[in-house]
Structures are given as C-alpha cells and as structure tokens.
Nanobody, 123 residues
Framework: QVQLVESGGGTVQAGDSLRLSCVGSDRTFGNYAMGWFRQAPGKEREFVAAIEWGGVRTHYADSVRGRFTISRHDAENTLYLQMNDLKSEDTAVYFC????????????????WGQGTQVTVSS
C-alpha cells in the first residue's frame, strides 16, 4: 500500500498562490489515479481535482476550475496542486488520495489518503 504525505500549505492573502505537493512512499505511486480533496470546519470533504493514470486526463470542481492545476511527476512519486488567485472560501485542510477505480469525485473511491495540509486564505 502506498503512503502519502502532503506539504506546502500555509497562510496567504486573497489573490496569492500556493503549490501543494503530495509524495508517495514508493514506485507503486504510478499505479494509482490521484485526487485532491478539501475539508473546511463543519463541512463534508469535497472534491477539488483529479488526475488519471499517466496524467492523460484531469478533472476539476467548478469552484476551482481555471484557478487550480493538478499535475503529477511519477518518476518522483509526486502529485501537485498549483493554486492561483486564492479566495477565502478556499480555506480548508487539503488531502491527497490514491485510487485504482473510477468515480474520481467520490471520496469512497479512494483507497489511500494523506494526513492533510492546512491552507488558510485571509481576505
């Protein structure tokens, strides 16, 4: 099983950018499709972005499309989320996750999760 560790979170101003990283523990990382989710206090975990095997296709939530970019570098077992033009409503704990099946937007489709990294956007 792959272990995932996120980093790159922090506190920024509205309009700023951040890049989140998620490193997998071994080379099985390339066997998984990957996703980013977020969870704000008192809210359910929600889908942010997903990328298929080999990076051939990406998916985004409407709320982040055009501002966030998901990418992967399998040779380095790393997943990224470039977040631009951040807004206060982007404040949440961000999780990366790995899956072997479809339904990219559903948390239940993911087998492995990182511990999360906090992103706080002040207006």
């Amino acid at each position: 099983q792959v272990q995932l560790v996120e980093s790159g979170g922090g506190t920024v101003q509205a309009g700023d950018s951040l890049r989140l990283s998620c490193v997998g523990s071994d080379r099985t990382f390339g066997n998984y499709a990957m996703g980013w989710f977020r969870q704000a206090p008192g809210k359910e975990r929600e889908f942010v972005a997903a990328i298929e095997w080999g990076g051939v296709r990406t998916h985004y939530a409407d709320s982040v499309r055009g501002r966030f970019t998901i990418s992967r570098h399998d040779a380095e077992n790393t997943l990224y989320l470039q977040m631009n033009d951040l807004k206060s409503e982007d404040t949440a704990v961000y999780f990366c996750a790995a899956r072997t099946y479809t339904n990219y937007a559903h948390p239940s489709a993911y087998d492995y999760w990182g511990q999360g990294t906090q992103v706080t956007v002040s207006s």
